[in-house]
């Protein structure tokens, strides 16, 4: 497998790929192609961004992005999004990718990954068999303002 910081040159086929995985189960979202391109080029276009992806044999096979942020004890980073081409789930091609991220991620001085994921086996179970735990002291809070 080999990886590449993700740029702004990457931003139609990240989005094809975002927009593939999510519209997908478990997230049965509706992406579309302008509406993935617009978040791909927002989280690569911030301050502290950083994301790599991932080929197999010259295939796009997924993507790790987010950004860091400065805390009162330590840097960490969280992951804004994390997938995988649909066709080539379940090979051990996430983990190798994660695995390569974290790494980065450590030989850049980051002390903790935070991330937000869905609660479901295959998404937080995912999670955690990678040594992830679930915050105990932090929720996810949302209120609707328009509508």
């Known amino acids: ?33 302008e509406t993935a391109a617009r978040r791909i080029r927002q989280m690569i276009t911030g301050e502290n961004a950083y994301g ?22 330590c840097v960490h980073f969280e992951i804004k999004e994390f997938c995988m081409n649909v066709s080539m789930k379940n090979k051990g091609l996430g983990s190798i990718l994660l695995k390569e991220f974290e790494d980065r991620l450590k030989e850049k001085g980051i002390d903790k990954i935070i991330l937000w994921t869905s609660r479901d086996t295959r998404t937080e179970g995912y999670y955690q068999k990678k040594g992830y735990e679930t915050n105990a002291f932090l929720t996810v809070m949302e209120k609707k303002i328009s509508g």
Not at 52 to 73: F, K, N, P
């Open 52 to 73: 790599i992806a991932g080929y197999l044999d010259g295939e796009l096979c997924g993507m790790i992005v987010g950004r860091e942020e400065q805390y009162y004890d």
């Open 1 to 33: 497998m080999e990886f590449y910081e993700i740029k702004d040159t990457m931003v139609m086929d990240l989005a094809n790929l975002f927009m593939n995985a999510f519209n997908a189960p478990p997230w049965n979202d509706n992406w579309t192609e």
